[in-house]
């Protein structure tokens, strides 16, 4: 069962790439409009599932030095944004905001998207609920994502098939993460007690560094409400899952 859930998490996380195309159908200002409450809605379920699901599970299982674990998840993401200059596009590209650096975004992507399959694996090893709200969790984060991706390679010069098959192609680094995590099996199992509370850092990074700060760009004060009661509908939608 946990093999049949993880693939099928993975999967369903790898086909969201294929909805950046739903940026060709709307005006840049729409699309706007539209992605900054998927960020607050990304920003609120990684929070939520963060606090939580994964450090209280990583609590259980490793104790007060799961909170070390997080700390260093934190800084792992921080600097494998410096390395790999990694970064989540939640802007259209125009000519105001050009994407200069999408290959290093797919190179990015990559990596990220296979330490997605890894998180979503560990999670399930777990348990399945754990491995039910991670996944969910991660799927709001790359809606907003995969749309900014996919207007990144446009702008970069990229036909619009190829955009979306180069995009999808980085998407499924996530089931090779996965994959690798499921053959370990149980030899992983130790270590998944540990990667549960690094991705939990790594949550709360991409969340208070990468989201947030793209809302605050926002100053009308009944926009900013907006985004706030979305951001709250977020940890609300990952607090419902500890109850089913």
């Not at 260093?72 to 596009?89: A, N, P, Q, S, T």
């Not at 290093?104 to 090893?125: E, K, P, Q, R, Y």
């Not at 969340?207 to 009661?229: C, G, R, T, W, Y």
Request: glycine share 8%; aromatic share 12%; charged share 10%.
């Amino acid at each position: 069962m946990v093999w049949i859930y993880t693939l099928l998490s993975v999967l369903i996380v790898s086909l969201v790439s294929l909805l950046g195309a739903v940026g060709l159908y709307f005006s840049t200002k729409k699309l706007e409009k539209i992605l900054i409450y998927l960020v607050s809605l990304a920003a609120g379920t990684l929070l939520g599932g963060a606090f939580l699901h994964l450090i209280p599970e990583a609590m259980d299982n490793v104790g007060d030095e799961a909170l070390i674990y997080v700390l260093v998840g934190f800084l792992f993401f921080f600097v494998l944004e410096k390395i790999v200059h990694w970064r989540h596009c939640h802007k259209v590209a125009c000519d105001a905001h050009p994407h200069a650096f999408s290959y290093v975004i797919l190179v990015g992507d990559t990596i990220h998207n296979f330490i997605d399959g890894v998180v979503i694996a560990a999670s399930f090893m777990m348990s399945i609920p754990l491995g039910v709200s991670t996944t969910i969790a991660v799927i709001f984060h790359e809606i907003p994502q995969e749309i900014g991706d996919f207007g990144s390679l446009i702008y970069a010069g990229f036909s619009k098939s190829k955009a979306l098959l180069f995009n999808f192609l980085s998407a499924l680094a996530a089931v090779l993460g996965a994959v690798i995590v499921l053959i370990i099996g149980n030899g992983f199992l130790e270590i998944s007690k540990y990667m549960i509370p690094i991705a939990a850092g790594g949550f709360i990074y991409i969340a208070a560094v990468d989201l947030l700060p793209e809302m605050h760009k926002i100053n009308e004060i009944k926009k900013s409400f907006k985004q706030l009661l979305v951001v709250v509908l977020g940890i609300i939608i990952m607090w419902l899952l500890l109850r089913i």
